[in-house]
């Protein structure tokens, strides 16, 4: 989706507000693609002293399998977008990830959500930032509570063990 910055773009002070849907189905995850649904991405966009400052949020809702536990889950995210948008790259030597360059008058909005979400997830899929993953040796989940294998004894220290069970 194409994002109109004609009537800001000379004209400092002025703003627009933009909300779109992006269709980001598509985007494999590992090895799932969590975003089943629509992303919605809201905001404005404000020419500061010539500098267009894009500030908004995307929300969706993401679909995934834990990577400590292997359990689905589901959760809603809310990730923020700070962009700069620009008609030129100074130095694409050392392009920041976070400036976008402009396509004549207007801004392509599906690769700028696609990229925010993309830099701001995080490296693993997790249920939740708590989650205990399974047992090393039975393969329970740990979330469901814990399971009955004996803890495994520091090999240095089996002659203490020795001495207790005399």
Known sequence: MRLGLSQIIDRPGESISYSAVVDLSDLQYGTCFPVTEPVLASGTVRNTAGVLVMKGKITTCIHGICDRCAAEFDRDMEL???????????????????????????????????????????????????????????????????????????????????????
């Open 80 to 166: 923020p977008i700070d962009a700069v948008l620009v008609t030129e790259l100074a130095n694409e030597e050392n392009e920041d990830e976070w400036v976008f360059t402009l396509e004549g008058d207007s801004a392509d909005l599906d690769d700028i959500v696609r990229t925010v979400f993309v830099l701001n997830m995080d490296s693993k899929l997790l249920c939740s930032d708590d989650c205990q993953g399974l047992c090393c040796r039975c393969g329970k989940n740990l979330n469901e509570g814990p399971c009955s294998c004996e803890k495994e004894i520091d090999p240095r220290l089996a002659a203490l063990k020795q001495l207790l069970n005399k």
